[in-house]
């Protein structure tokens, strides 16, 4: 089954972009009668969703290039299909669009925004889907308002409303799952998401308003100078192993050796080694046979 919904092509599972390139600007793209893209959406209204942003972007790229202006790198007169492609290269203009070539009272949610930038396909299946996360975060407790309307302040708001009173594991949590953010950040947690976490999702959000930059959809990033400071907790980490602790630990590898367990040799030998030589795990794995006779006579000893 095949359907076309405005700029949408869907063949069989797959969904599809699709925009016809005007006739005097061709060239620009090797000849090219169209721009396809792959859509990464999971039906027909969250493809309709992203197919109406790519038609903004790709028809703002097809007047500046008949009113002469150059992707950002790019020499006049070249074929620049590969930089103009959103697949390949986050650049589309050097100079901020005049108000004639992209109409500026067109309204981008953060939705919006983080639909056209998980478009791109650049990030993994990981980083996309804790973005992904975060963008939620953010719109649950601000609202899937304009990105233009989002301010330092709101943001900083959110880091120390929600982000800092966020219990670990959130959703996994049976009593929590089902309840709304503003009812979980009221809660006094008892463990709360580390400074380091707290940065990695304001990192996250941060591309976001980055790409609103880049594309012009806002004139300076309000997610700015939010960072969390990291204490060094080094110290807890060098703390010594009890005698009771380094028992259990040696009890666990015999146990794991007796019940037939050790498939891979490595996870019994590399940790008791290191129990008895203090050695790091990656020096250890770097032991030769050559070397095993020294080793075994330092633990026999």
């Known amino acids: 089954m095949e359907a076309k919904l405005r700029n949408v092509q869907q063949r069989g599972s797959a969904l599809f972009f ?15 009668t169209e721009i396809s893209r792959a859509l990464r959406a999971h ?4 493809a309709l969703s992203w197919a109406r942003i790519l038609a903004i972007v790709f028809k703002r790229q097809f007047s500046d290039l008949r009113a ?6 790019i020499k006049e007169g070249d074929t620049i299909l590969e930089s103009l492609q959103l697949g390949n290269s986050p650049r589309l203009i050097g100079e901020a669009p005049d108000s004639t070539v992209f109409n500026r009272s067109t309204s981008f949610s953060l939705s919006m925004v983080y639909a056209e930038v998980r ?14 996360n975060s963008v939620k975060l953010l719109i649950e407790w601000l609202g899937d ?71 012009g959809y806002i004139r300076i990033s ?30 666990g590898l015999v146990m794991y050796a ?33 070397r095993g006779q020294c080793a075994a006579q330092l633990l026999a000893t």
């Open 258 to 290: 007796t019940k037939g367990k050790a498939t891979r040799h490595m996870r019994f030998w590399v940790p008791l080694i290191a129990l008895h030589s203090g050695a790091r795990l990656n020096e250890i794995c770097q032991l030769g046979f050559h």
């Open 119 to 132: 478009s791109f396909g650049r990030q993994s299946q990981r980083s996309e889907l804790e973005r992904g």
């Open 68 to 73: 002469g202006r150059n992707v950002q790198g």
């Open 222 to 251: 309000p997610l700015v100078d939010l960072s969390m400071p990291i204490e060094d907790d080094f110290v807890e980490g060098r703390c010594v192993y009890s005698h009771d602790q380094l028992q259990r630990m040696i009890d």
């Open 43 to 46: 039906d027909i209204s969250e």
């Open 18 to 32: 699709r925009i016809s390139i005007p006739e005097d600007l061709r060239w620009h793209y090797g000849g090219k």
């Open 145 to 215: 308002i304009a990105i233009e309307t989002v301010t330092r302040s709101m943001l900083m708001e959110f880091r120390d409303q929600v982000l800092c009173r966020m219990p670990l594991r959130m959703r996994q949590q049976s009593e929590l799952k089902d309840k709304p953010l503003r009812e979980i950040v009221q809660i006094d947690h008892e463990r709360v998401i580390s400074n380091t976490t707290i940065n990695n999702r304001l990192a996250k959000l941060k591309t976001i308003f980055t790409h609103a930059v880049r594309y």
